[in-house]
């Protein structure tokens, strides 16, 4: 990717000094930039659908599965967002197969009863890993056939979409829910957790079949990608699946190294948009998959953790967290990735995760309120809401380097515009305030409007309540101020 930076441009001072007669010519250096500028025009021609759903993530394990018995009115927060097919990975003590005989599904059970009765009533159950037994001490798979895996599966589907089953110990097991789960994704970033990409496409034609037979509503979610693996897995898994494939699961963060600058983290947000037009062109090679949506289920700005000890998985270093997942860069980068993303074809953008510190959460797991990414997740959810039929509006943007814009038209003749700055101040700023974007919305091609509202979320936005909507004059153009990182939302109507 191309990195651009611009410049303010101001005449060189000419400094005389008296040294024996002579004078020494000096330019002052330019002072720091305090804003930029965009001029942007919508117009009236479409560019074809734009269609992305938002959602969120919990990973139910030991560390966490108290979270709605401590925070029971997360609920409400949770179900505001509209999240589509909320994403529940159990890992660890999540995993409800504990031996060959025995189950417990308490942890599991304590997020994912919850989820059940939220949102679309339909969460999507990522089988990110096989019970812990059928691995030997090197991670590799004890059975290279992969049918024991695809048993644990099958009682999964029996567990919360039939009438139970009973294990080995003589155990009945099965869901007190009442919602069954139809959408499913088969195992975890495997290009990361010793999976080769033959290994994979043998364990997905194993267990999509299995899980089936048990259920044939069901639908599946494929490969969660990760880490520019798109090389390698695609064309092994477009030419060797023989398996129900509904949807083609990808994962991206930009970083893994909390020093990276402000400038490095946006720059990989094109990379993005490339990797899912990449992903499409590989389905499309297998006439079977041509039809297949791409949805992004993991996405943050930092995807480096705690390992234990303090120290960082990704780089071995002490571990510190980015507080860019929930800060105004937050409020710049989402709206980025989600229009850059979605411009490209993407049809779902899942947060990593619910609940969560600084770097991952959009609701504080220790003190129960919500954070900024919060706000910017429900106001792209409530903009732009899944299935809406919104149209894609053509627009020309002066400083496209600086300020995205994404543009549509509703179903009801309504004109949203989103304008996000991600102009950042100095080269080296980490978590910085951005510059200023004074920016010109030209909106005189489609027609003449009755009213206009905008909503802001930037560093002056409260966690807590979020912004308020205000009215403002719908004459084109339209002059719009982000202070810094940050994010509108105009609605013409």
Avoid at 174 to 179: F, I, L, T, Y
Avoid at 350 to 375: M, N, V
Avoid at 465 to 489: D, E, H, M, N, R
């Amino acid at each position: 990717m191309r990195t651009i930076v611009l410049w303010a441009i101001i005449v060189g001072v000419s400094i005389l000094t008296g040294c024996g007669g002579g004078s020494i010519g000096i330019t002052t250096p330019p002072p720091p930039a305090t804003s930029t500028s965009a001029n942007i025009k919508v117009q009236s021609a479409t560019a074809g659908s734009f269609d992305v759903a938002m959602s969120t993530s919990f990973q139910p394990a030991e560390w966490d599965y108290k979270f709605f018995q401590n925070f029971p009115g997360a609920v409400n927060p949770l179900n505001n967002l509209a999240p589509h097919h909320i994403r529940l990975q159990g890992i660890s003590q999540g995993v409800p197969q504990m031996s060959a005989t025995t189950w417990d599904f308490t942890k599991l059970d304590a997020i994912t009863q919850p989820v059940l009765t939220l949102g679309d009533h339909s969460p999507q159950f990522q089988i990110a890993v096989a019970p812990a037994f059928m691995y030997d001490t090197q991670r590799n798979f004890l059975d290279p056939t992969f049918q024991q895996f695809a048993g644990y599966a099958q009682n999964l589907v029996r567990y919360y979409n039939k009438a139970g089953f009973t294990s080995l110990d003589g155990q009945f097991h099965q869901s007190p829910g009442s919602h069954p789960i139809q959408w499913w994704g088969i195992y975890n970033e495997p290009s990361i957790n010793n999976v080769t990409a033959t290994e994979y496409v043998q364990i997905y034609n194993a267990l999509v079949p299995a899980m089936l037979a048990v259920d044939p509503t069901i639908k599946f979610a494929a490969i969660e990608l990760c880490c520019g693996s798109e090389n390698t897995f695609l064309p092994v898994f477009t030419s060797g699946v023989n398996a129900q494939v509904d949807v083609l699961a990808a994962h991206y963060y930009s970083s893994c190294n909390q020093k990276d600058t402000d400038q490095a983290v946006f720059n990989t947000v094109p990379g993005f948009a490339t990797n899912v037009q990449s992903i499409y062109t590989y389905l499309s090679a297998n006439p079977s998959l041509a039809n297949v949506p791409v949805w992004i289920t993991e996405n943050n700005v930092n995807a480096d953790f705690d390992k234990g000890g303090g120290i960082s998985q990704c780089n071995n270093t002490a571990f510190v967290a980015d507080r860019r997942g929930s800060s105004a860069f937050f409020a710049a980068w989402r709206p980025y990735v989600f229009s850059q993303t979605g411009k490209a074809g993407a049809r779902a953008l899942y947060h990593w995760a619910f609940p969560g510190d600084a770097q991952f959460g959009e609701f504080d797991d220790q003190t129960g309120q919500t954070r900024l990414s919060y706000w910017v997740d429900f106001w792209l959810g409530q903009t732009f809401p899944a299935g809406s039929n919104q149209q894609l509006l053509q627009s020309t943007n002066s400083n496209a380097a600086d300020v995205e814009v994404l543009p549509v038209m509703n179903n009801n003749g309504n004109i949203v515009v989103m304008i996000a700055n991600h102009a950042v101040a100095s080269a080296a700023d980490n978590n910085g305030a951005g510059l200023t974007a004074n920016i010109s919305v030209d909106v005189s091609a489609l027609g003449n409007f009755t009213s206009a509202s905008q909503v802001t979320i930037d560093s002056t936005t409260s966690a807590a309540t979020g912004p308020a909507a205000t009215t403002i004059s719908p004459q084109s153009p339209i002059a719009v101020t982000l202070k810094g990182y940050g994010v509108t939302f105009l609605t013409l109507q």
